[in-house]
């Protein structure tokens, strides 16, 4: 885990929550009006950065007519006291019904950002990424039935009629998800939007004319829009974020080196999870508050203290999909299945395997970006580097290939005084053990119990936690040490 790629995750997710589709709520735009909006990006009282939006009319080329809308964000982080800015930008050109025809994006990735095009016909979507891993190009199929619209679309006028089912590209997963957006009308004229989209939950406050005023994203990241000065002042000491690391959940008393605790229990609140928080058979254990929060206890787990079954066993009928390949778990690639054959040769126990195919990706890749766009475990083989959720991946994707039901686990970990967004696996190794959790990013010690679990399922699922995190609060009640 390394909160400073987590600080930069969170302020991208509640940039993408920003940039939701409001032409979700309209059918077709009048004529386009001219943008010129900045806003100051504050993270609680701290202000870390300023965006520029604008929309115009192309006036000439290719897409000459249609509207050109673009948002450009500049964050300035504090990596080891040192500040360094962080660029994202993110262009897109809808035609007169706020469909897209092409997007342009660059996502910081480390220290070589994730560039990524994709063009628009009335079948498919084709997408060009260039990154740290190379070169890509692939298409995706668009619904036919379904109404697709532009993800910058905020930028557009007043709604009017919304269409049915509108659904939009989504620009981090490179999948067509449904848009769900909801429009309320003020009393003073002006206008409220919100909704789950893209890559969390966001609010939009606009005044009667249209302009937006403020805007909140994922992790409590806020958009307070201003003039163009006030919005690029970040001379201030006081801008920078008070934590060195980047941005995390704080809590009042820090905790002793997370590796030494064996059981922890919180109380947790600003988390919206429609089937509740998971219970961990001797992992987690859940209490739900009558306010909506959770009292949840963790005890510390380590794959070396289990015997698991002999490789080749059978898991039920219900967990089966956790060994099956899928768009991201390319757990039948040729390569996938040739490096977990060659890194279990001689290994029976099921556990033992697990806990080798876990330093094993431990071991062999590099730390390094953010969570930009989704690979597959594939990618992830090839490249060597990848963030928390890779690891995972390419962790489950080995343990599948050689049977063992796997999935990820998305939460939160300690580290520096704060809790930090992370992601692991988890394997189940029978039933006398059930699900085992193993995180590769940090092999040969047990899950620490300040490995608190939000949710459980495939890569896909990792980006719904930016769907379900507000204002996260932790209040830390005991700590119990090995």
Known sequence: MRPLAVARTALLCGLICLCAPILACRAQAPEPRERDEWAAILWGEQKIGFAHLTSTVEAEGEYAGLLRMGIEVTARMANLGVPMDMEISIVQWVDSAGRPKRVEAVIPAGAEPTRKTIVFSETTATVTRHSYDGESTFTVDLPADLPLVGELSFLALPPEDPPANPVYFNLLTDRIQYAQTTLTALEDGGWTVSGNFSAGAYSLSLDREWRLVRGTGAFGIVFDFTSEEEARDLTSAGDLP????????????????????????????GLDL?????????RQEVTPLEDGGYRVVVQAQAIEDVAGPALGYEAPEELRRYVEPDAFITSGDAAIVSAAREVTAGIEDAARAAE?????????????????????????????????RDYAALYAGLARAVGIPSRLCTGVVYSQGSFYFHTWAESWLGAQNGWVPLDPTRSGRPVDATHITFLRGDVESVWRVMEVVGALEIKVEHVETF
Do not use: K
Request: one cysteine or more.
């Open 356 to 388: 080798a195919l876990n330093a094993w990706v431990d071991a062999r890749t590099t730390f390094g970006g953010i969570m930009d766009t989704a690979r597959t475990s594939t990618q992830i083989l090839e490249s060597s580097r990848g963030v928390c």
């Open 242 to 269: 008070p934590v060195d690391s980047g941005l995390g959940v704080p809590v009042e008393t820090p905790l002793p080196d997370p590796r030494t605790v064996s059981a922890l229990g919180v109380t947790l609140r």
């Open 274 to 282: 429609e089937e509740g928080m998971p219970t961990i058979e001797g």
